[in-house]
């Protein structure tokens, strides 16, 4: 059988106060971005060099 005064005891504990959980899972959220950005630092910047280099090769004919 279930043991009655346990029950009590866990029902009459305080309820957690949930407010600052937003916060939290945002700060989690950017240090897991930042360490995908510290880890594929030179991916990145090899890709937006070569976007950026389109951009302008390609500039020319938008603008003629």
Same mark, same amino acid.
């Given at each position: ?5 346990? *029950? $009590?005891?866990?029902?009459? =504990?305080?309820? #957690?106060?949930? &407010?600052?959980?937003?916060? !939290? ?12 950005? *510290? $880890?594929?630092?030179?991916? =990145?910047?090899? #890709?937006?060099? &070569?976007?950026?280099?389109? !951009? ?9």
């Amino acid at each position: 059988m279930y043991n009655v005064s346990k *029950i $009590i005891k866990i029902s009459s =504990l305080p309820k #957690l106060d949930n &407010r600052g959980l937003g916060t !939290i899972e945002i700060i989690l959220i950017l240090v897991v971005l930042i360490g995908l950005v *510290i $880890i594929f630092k030179d991916q =990145l910047l090899e #890709l937006i060099e &070569r976007i950026f280099a389109v !951009i302008s090769n390609d500039s020319g004919v938008v603008l003629s």
